[in-house]
């Protein structure tokens, strides 16, 4: 064997002994990542289904609502009624129309996610979503709108007039932007309920376990191509030298 074919085996033979602990290791971690989220989706199951627990006047802390089954007694307040543009359903356009809920004997409020509407004829002329007036009664899941990460369209500016369609909900903004005291979840309305909601197909909270069984596929994947290669490397420079030598004698 030349010295140049020896240091490309060699070479092959070092890549695979350095790469090969670091795919299996980020394959292995990638399935820890998703026995986590296993637990996480567990717990969003568990609290979907006991309850309902009933919001209150007083400021509750996230994990108090996030994913259980809520239920509250109010008034809505259309004065702050938003719609959350860019939302489909079906393929069409529309909005999610959120309104809150005057929590009865206080003046707290939770926000309700009422459902979808469709776009209409243009943006200039926004569907009517007026909410049922007198004491309502709300039932669904509580969720945290999700924060971070890359954002589309900016929020409502302070010192200007009410701006009814958002690119996003952001409960932080919206408590600061109006000043009242605000639950920092959304409720889901329960497709069932009669408490003046739209189109509500909501999908089941979702932890996100297959997408770490995907990531853990595609690194172990990896590490067995790896493997591969060397070994038909390996085997491929045997046969050869076997020709070789039989063309020899």
Partial sequence: ?????????????????????ILISLGVWQLN??????????????RA?????????????VDDLRFYRVTASGFYDSAHQILIDNRTHEGRAGYHVITPIIVRGSDTRILVNRGWVP????????????????????????TIPVKGGFQLGE?????????TVWPRLDIDHFQKLT???????TILLEPESEAGGYIRHWKRLDAGIAVH????????????VLVVMLLVNTFKK?????????ADA
């Fill in 1 to 21: 064997m030349s010295l140049k074919k020896l240091k490309s085996r060699l070479g092959i033979i070092l890549a695979t002994v350095l790469a090969l602990p």
């Fill in 33 to 46: 990542r998703a026995e986590e989220k296993q637990t996480l989706q567990n717990e969003y199951d568990r």
């Fill in 49 to 61: 289904t006991v309850g309902p627990v009933r919001v209150t006047g007083l400021l509750q802390t």
């Fill in 119 to 142: 776009l209409g004829q243009s943006r200039q002329i926004l569907p009517q979503v007026d909410p049922p007036k007198g004491l309502q009664t709300v039932v669904g899941i509580a």
């Fill in 155 to 163: 929020l409502p500016v302070f010192d200007s007039p009410w701006q």
């Fill in 179 to 185: 000043g009242l005291k605000t639950q920092p979840a």
């Fill in 213 to 224: 069984h995907g990531y853990a596929f595609q690194w172990f994947a990896l590490a067995l």
């Fill in 238 to 246: 045997s046969g050869v030298r076997k020709d070789d030598a039989d």
